[in-house]
């Protein structure tokens, strides 16, 4: 149980274009999904916390017009890099969570590489 | 703030050797602690979790307890394992401070086991 899916596993992309990734949790309903950022062998950075049908709380340095976050419905949150430039090539995790104190259960996480 | 520090890596082992990677943290109120493991380009998996002092988590052969007094919570296993290998996360979560269960996670520690 808790199985959360993210796609696409890895995408690279010419500089200026916007990508979409999407993470859906596949056998419950998350209230809560977080998008993380990890660069190599650093820790997670906490990105952004959505709530369904709310907008997302942005981390303070992250720029929100630059990672648009929508969370439409309690099974699918997306992730868009608008514009992506060669630094923001990275490894973008998301994870997930129903209410109260339980757990984040995370996707397999996307390694977006921007040429 | 919330705080996590963990031992560096990486650590490298025998198979069938003793691990203890070490976890301390720093927090307001009551955090649960979690242990997380990431496998080489996947996401992480929930490893243990405990949520109160002097509770143990434990999973597949790892535990960790609680301590409250030493602010820590450790990682142990008796007898590692050549798959045991990957990058292990010790992180906290503040249920007090109303942010949706945020995850602080410490700077991740390599293990390496070798025949």
């Known amino acids: 149980g808790a199985v959360v899916s993210q796609h696409p596993s890895w995408v690279i992309c010419k500089s200026g274009t916007s990508v979409k990734i999407e993470c859906r949790s596949l056998d419950f309903q998350a209230t809560t999904m977080f998008w993380y950022r990890q660069f190599p062998k650093q820790s997670l950075m906490l990105m952004a916390t959505s709530n369904e049908g709310s907008k997302a709380t942005y981390e303070q340095g992250v720029e929100k017009d630059k990672f648009l976050i929508n969370h439409a419905s309690l099974t699918l949150s997306t992730l868009t890099v608008t514009s992506a430039h060669p630094e923001d090539s990275s490894f973008y995790i998301c994870?997930?969570?129903?209410?109260?104190?339980?757990?984040?259960?995370f996707g397999d996480g996307t390694r977006l590489s921007i040429l | 703030g919330n705080s996590v520090t963990q031992m560096e890596g990486p650590v490298t082992l025998s198979e069938e050797a003793f691990l203890t990677i070490n976890c301390t943290y720093t927090?307001?109120?009551?955090?649960?602690l979690f242990w997380y493991v990431q496998y080489p380009g996947e996401g992480l998996q929930l490893l243990l979790k405990a949520t109160k002092a002097d509770d143990k988590g434990s999973n597949k052969g790892f535990e960790a307890t609680y301590r409250k007094e030493t602010t820590s919570f450790h990682l142990e296993k008796g007898s590692v394992q050549v798959s045991d290998s990957a990058v292990y996360f010790c992180a906290l979560s503040d249920l007090g401070t109303g942010g949706g269960n945020k995850l602080t996670f410490g700077t991740g520690t390599q293990l390496k086991v070798e025949l």
């Open positions: 994870s997930a969570k129903t209410g109260g104190g339980q757990p984040q259960h």
């Open positions: 927090a307001t109120g009551y955090p649960s």
